[in-house]
T-cell receptor, first 110, second 114 residues
Framework: DAKTTQPTSMDCAEGRAANLPCNHS???????VYWYRQIHSQGPQYIIH???NNETNEMASLIITEDRKSSTLILPHATLRDTAVYYC???????????FGTGTLLAVQP | DAGVIQSPRHEVTEMGQEVTLRCKPI?????LFWYRQTMMRGLELLIY????????DSGMPEDRFSAKMPNASFSTLKIQPSEPRDSAVYFC????????????FGNGTRLTVT
């Protein structure tokens, strides 16, 4: 069973920041939060992951609340190519066993 | 790096036929995963290997499905006999177990069983 809850869909204007929320209220102390996305007809693509500190890379930022029960993925300047399904997954890092939920369909509008 | 390579990209077959899907993981990766994606069930983990050994096959739907990894650079997923409900996109992914390395996915094989 997926251990995360995400909105089914979201819209974002091109050039604006996209903030995608994720609830993981039953996360365990040794579980990381991972984000992947899947653009139509392609395999899922890794975006970012974190344990409890905020993380940033060239693609996105990940903000994890202090109690670790929720997180937000931020795409700072969304483009049309960011239209995809975004998956938030919690996982014990050593296993690499990703269990996907239903994700959030982000539609970036021109 | 060429990434994870899957073949064929598309496969159309008739019910009852044997289907073999192939995957070449990224060189140096020692863990390999097979996923299936359908509209109804989303992305499902079927089986994964560490160092060519199957670790967890609890997601394999039935005995008609089998997977092998004869060496570090090749894996197959076989369906025999195939059924229309097996129609899906099958993804292979690989990673370096034990390192801070994410899963890298191939572009999948779209299987249609008529």
């Amino acid at each position: 069973d997926a251990k995360t809850t995400q909105p089914t869909s979201m819209d974002c204007a091109e050039g604006r920041a996209a903030n995608l929320p994720c609830n993981h209220s039953t996360i365990s102390g040794n579980e990381y939060v991972y984000w992947y996305r899947q653009i139509h007809s392609q395999g899922p693509q890794y975006i970012i992951h974190g344990l409890k500190n905020n993380e940033t890379n060239e693609m996105a930022s990940l903000i994890i609340t202090e109690d670790r029960k929720s997180s937000t993925l931020i795409l700072p300047h969304a483009t049309l190519r960011d239209t995809a399904v975004y998956y938030c997954i919690v996982m014990v890092r050593a296993t690499n066993k990703l269990i996907f939920g239903t994700g959030t369909l982000l539609a970036v509008q021109p | 790096d060429a990434g994870v390579i899957q073949s064929p990209r598309h496969e159309v077959t008739e019910m009852g036929q044997e289907v073999t899907l192939r995957c070449k993981p990224i060189s140096g990766h020692n863990s390999l995963f097979w996923y299936r994606q359908t509209m109804m069930r989303g992305l499902e983990l079927l089986i994964y290997f560490n160092n060519n050994v199957p670790i967890d096959d609890s997601g394999m739907p039935e005995d008609r499905f089998s997977a092998k990894m004869p060496n570090a650079s090749f894996s197959t997923l076989k369906i025999q006999p195939s059924e229309p409900r097996d129609s899906a996109v099958y993804f292979c992914a690989s990673t370096q177990q034990g390192m801070d390395s994410p899963l890298h996915f191939g572009n999948g094989t779209r299987l249609t069983v008529t």
